[in-house]
């Protein structure tokens, strides 16, 4: 691993099914976050982590979960995924106050 | 929280010719600035980054400035090149070091 890898890369979902999106990091970063890119709307954030075991949630968290178990592993959790879900996800990371974020190469979700 | 507007939406410049970008911030506690590339299909890359306590940064063909008194902060391409084709994403972070996204600028260097 080199950097922050997300998996799957792409994922066609049936509405009302369960899935987790999952991210990696190998830079220490203590900071992780995940966003969702929809046209005209920019990268919205949906939860974050400023460090292991703690979260937050961002602008957009209803319907979504994650969890931070350790610094490496940012998981993010549809319950019951709608179409309104169907999305690019991006997972981040950062060394807080060190500068910018690192993203990972994003998953894109179809809900249908 | 911070609100980040990013203008235009679309650009189209001739090859050779500058891009401008420009952006504004709510949050007057915000410090720290960039700005991400991203190329179709891939992820936003960090090209460039101001901090609170500079009036602008230069790194090649592209340069940032910041307004702190009238919050708000621009991004500059000179000498445009087919390769600076891209979605453009500037970013607000506060002291809760979370970024706030503009909505992005489509840029087209037509040849």
């Known amino acids: 691993i080199a950097g922050i890898t997300q998996a799957p890369t792409s994922q066609i979902l049936a509405a009302g099914r369960r899935m987790t999106l999952r991210c990696t990091q190998d830079?220490?970063?203590?900071?992780m976050y995940w966003y969702r890119q929809d046209l005209g709307l920019g990268l919205r954030l949906i939860h974050y982590?400023?460090?292991?075991?703690?979260?937050g949630k961002g602008e957009v968290p209803d319907g979504y979960s994650v969890s931070r178990a350790n610094t490496d592993d940012f998981p993010l959790t549809l319950a019951s995924a709608v179409p309104s879900q169907t999305s690019v996800y991006f997972c981040?990371?950062?060394?807080?106050?060190?500068?910018?974020?690192?993203f990972g190469s994003g998953t894109r979700l179809t809900v249908v | 929280g911070e609100n980040v507007e990013q203008h235009p939406s679309t650009l189209s410049v001739q090859e050779g010719d500058s891009a401008v970008i420009k952006c504004t911030y709510s949050d007057s506690a915000s410090n720290y600035f960039p700005w991400y590339k991203q190329e179709l299909g891939k992820r936003p890359q960090l090209i460039i980054d101001i901090r609170s306590n500079v009036g602008e940064k230069k790194d090649q063909r592209i340069a940032v400035t910041l307004n702190k008194t009238a919050k708000h902060f621009s991004l500059h391409i000179t000498e445009t090149q087919p390769e600076d084709s891209a979605v453009y994403f500037c970013a607000a972070e506060a002291n809760d070091y979370k970024l706030s996204f503009g909505a992005g600028t489509t840029v087209t260097v037509r040849a």
């Open positions: 981040a990371s950062s060394d807080q106050g060190s500068g910018g974020y690192t």
């Open positions: 982590s400023n460090t292991a075991g703690t979260t």
């Open positions: 830079m220490r970063h203590n900071a």
